[in-house]
C-alpha cells in the first residue's frame, strides 16, 4: 500500500484551561471575557446541596451577570432528563453562557441544552448513528464553562455528551467539536465531598481514559481522511500518549490514597490534575473497548445500586462499567501493541509481582487495584450472567465510533469472549 494512502495527520484540540485551588471563585470574570450578561448554572441534586453551584452563581452575579440554576440534573443522565434541561433552558432563556457544575452528568446536561438552544432539532437528531440521526449543529454553540466536582469524566475536556436512550435501552452520545467546552475550571476543592465508592468508580474512568488512549490504534494506521472527514477521535499519537503517561504516574499513588482517606487534598489533587491530563488525552486520541462495552453494561442494569450513588434507582455508574470489562479487553488488545500495554502496567504500579505471561500483566495490575479500591468482582457482580451477553454483545455493537479506535478489530465472538471473562474477573 502507498504511504500516501495511510493518514499522516493528526488533530488536537482542547478547551481554555484554570487549574488549582480557588479557581472557581474566578468564573465571573472569565464569563465577561465572553461578553456574557445572562447564564444558566447547570448542576444536580446532590452537587446542589454542597453548596458550590449557589457559590459559584453568586460569584458570577458579583460581575453583573444574571444567572439562573438548573439542579435537576439526573446522574447518568438519560434522553428524557436532558430533555427537560433543553426545555428548561428554552423556557427561561436565552442564555448568552453556560456554566455546568458537577460531574460528567452535569457537563453532559449543559453540552445538550446549549446545542439544543443554539440549533434547531431535537435530541435524537443529533445523537450518533445508528441510535440516532448523526446530524452535526449548523450552529455555533454559546460558551460553555465546565466546573468538574469529580475526578474521572474528562467531559470537561471532549466533545462527546453521553446519555441512555431509555426507550432502546442503550447508551449513546453525541459527538462534535462544537460540544467542547470553551474553559474547564478544575478547582481540586470542589472534589472533596466524592464519597470513596464515587472516587473508585470515576477514578477507573480517569485509568481507562488514559489506558485506551495510550494503546489506540496509531493515527497513522488509519486510511487518510479528507479536511471534511476527520473526527475528534483520531487515534493515539505523540500529544495525547504524553498526557495518558503523566496520567497514569499520578494514578498509581493518587488513586488508592484518594479512596482510602477523601480529605487527603494532595491525593485530590493529583486526582483532579490526572483527570485533567486523560482527558486532554483521550478527547484526541479516542476510547476503545472498555468504554463500547460499558454503553451497554451501563444501559441495561436491572438492579444493582452502587455504594456513594443516589440510591432511588438502578445504575452501573460509568467509571465502574469501564472498569469491569478491562482487563479482559486489554488482554484481547494486547498482541496488537504489547510495549504499550506493558508500559500502562509500569507506570501503574512499577514494583508489581509480575505475572509470567506478558499478556496478563495489565489485567493483573488492573485486577489488584480494583480489589483495592472496592469496584465490584465483573459483571456478574453488577447483576449480569452469561445469559445476558448476547444482549450487551448488541449494544456494543452499536458503538462503532469507539470500536473504529480499537488497536485490533474486534468481531461479535471477540465481544462475546471478552464479556464471558469478565462475568467474574477474580
Known amino acids: 500500500m502507498a504511504a500516501t494512502e495511510h493518514e499522516t495527520v493528526f488533530t488536537y484540540g482542547a478547551p481554555a484551561l484554570k487549574y488549582g485551588t480557588g479557581a472557581s471563585d474566578e468564573i465571573g470574570y472569565d464569563l465577561t471575557q465572553y461578553g456574557a450578561r445572562r447564564v444558566l448554572v447547570v448542576t444536580d441534586p446532590q452537587v446542589a446541596a454542597t453548596g458550590w453551584p449557589r457559590r459559584i452563581a453568586d460569584g458570577i452575579a458579583g460581575y453583573g451577570i444574571e444567572t439562573e440554576i438548573f439542579d435537576g440534573v439526573h446522574v447518568e443522565p438519560t434522553d428524557v432528563s436532558m430533555q427537560k434541561a433543553v426545555d428548561f433552558a428554552r423556557g427561561t432563556g436565552p442564555y448568552d453562557a ?98 470513596p465508592g464515587v472516587t473508585a468508580a470515576s477514578g477507573m474512568d480517569i485509568l481507562c481514559h488514559a489506558a485506551e488512549s495510550y494503546t489506540a490504534k496509531p493515527y497513522t494506521e488509519f486510511e487518510r481522511k479528507r479536511p471534511e472527514q476527520r473526527v475528534p477521535y ?8 504524553m498526557f495518558a503517561e503523566q496520567s497514569l504516574r499520578l494514578l498509581s499513588w493518587a488513586l488508592p490514597a484518594a479512596v482510602r482517606d477523601g480529605s487527603d487534598l494532595k491525593a485530590r489533587e493529583a486526582m483532579a490534575l490526572a483527570a485533567t491530563f486523560a482527558g486532554l488525552g483521550f478527547g484526541n486520541a479516542g476510547v476503545h473497548i472498555p468504554h463500547a462495552n460499558a454503553y451497554p453494561i451501563a444501559g441495561q442494569v436491572r438492579d444493582f445500586h452502587p455504594d456513594g450513588y443516589p440510591g432511588e434507582e438502578p445504575m452501573v455508574p460509568h467509571g465502574m462499567a469501564v472498569s469491569l470489562t478491562a482487563p479482559a479487553a486489554f488482554r484481547f488488545t494486547f498482541d496488537a501493541a504489547p510495549d504499550r500495554h506493558l508500559r500502562v502496567a509500569r507506570l501503574l504500579a512499577p514494583d508489581f509481582e509480575w505475572p509470567g505471561d506478558f499478556a496478563d500483566h495489565l489485567p493483573a495490575v488492573l485486577i489488584d487495584l480494583m480489589r483495592q479500591i472496592g469496584i465490584p468482582d465483573g459483571i456478574g457482580a453488577v447483576g449480569y450472567t452469561e445469559s445476558d451477553v448476547d444482549s450487551l454483545v448488541e449494544g456494543t455493537l452499536k458503538q462503532q465510533r469507539l470500536l473504529a479506535t480499537a488497536p485490533r478489530e474486534a468481531s461479535a465472538d471477540d465481544l462475546s469472549d471478552i464479556l464471558r471473562e469478565s462475568v467474574s474477573l477474580w
Open 98 to 195: 453556560f456554566v455546568a457544575v458537577g460531574g460528567g452528568s452535569a457537563i453532559d446536561t449543559a453540552k445538550a441544552a446549549n446545542l439544543l438552544t443554539s440549533n434547531d432539532g431535537d435530541l435524537m437528531d443529533y445523537v450518533n448513528a445508528p441510535v440516532g440521526g448523526g446530524r452535526a449543529p449548523a450552529r455555533p454553540l454559546k460558551p460553555l464553562v465546565a466546573v468538574p466536582t469529580t475526578t474521572g469524566t474528562g467531559s470537561e475536556s471532549t466533545t462527546v455528551c453521553v446519555l441512555d436512550v431509555l426507550s432502546l435501552r442503550v447508551k449513546s452520545g453525541i459527538s462534535h467539536l462544537r460540544l467542547r467546552p470553551t474553559l474547564a475550571v478544575v478547582d481540586p476543592r470542589l472534589t472533596v465531598s466524592q464519597p
Open 234 to 241: 483520531c487515534g493515539s499519537n505523540p500529544l495525547a500518549d
